[in-house]
């Protein structure tokens, strides 16, 4: 069974920096492509960032140059260093497989805020 566990989030001001991390079980992080994904209130989910099994990364264009996507395959975790942050930024943080489907399932995330 898969089991995804955000934590990270917080509450700061425009221009700060948060660091999010994402432990997993069930999943092996040194085989499945892991990403990063967000939803703000009342839109949809949206994809953030990847990292394949290889290490190669890729980022929605708003984040890009700001948004730090990694992780530790001895751990099982990923991570976002997340810098420069913007209002806009604030959404609640999931991490997953890069590969989702209506029947995946979703941790319960980490609520990031960003004040102006």
């Known amino acids: 069974q898969v089991q995804l566990a955000e934590s990270g989030g917080g509450l700061v001001q425009a221009g700060g920096s948060l660091r999010l991390s994402c432990a997993g079980s069930g999943i092996a992080f040194s085989i499945d492509a892991m990403a990063w994904y967000r939803q703000a209130p009342g839109k949809r989910r949206e994809w953030v960032a990847t990292?394949?099994?290889?290490?190669?990364?890729y980022y929605v264009d708003s984040v890009k140059g700001r948004f730090t996507i990694s992780k530790d395959n001895t751990k099982n975790t990923v991570y976002l260093q997340m810098n420069s942050l913007k209002p806009e930024d604030t959404s609640v943080y999931y991490c997953?497989?890069?590969?989702?489907?209506?029947?995946?399932?979703w941790g319960q995330g980490t609520q990031v805020t960003v004040s102006s």
């Open positions: 997953n497989t890069a590969v989702t489907t209506a029947a995946t399932s």
């Open positions: 990292i394949t099994s290889e290490g190669a990364t």
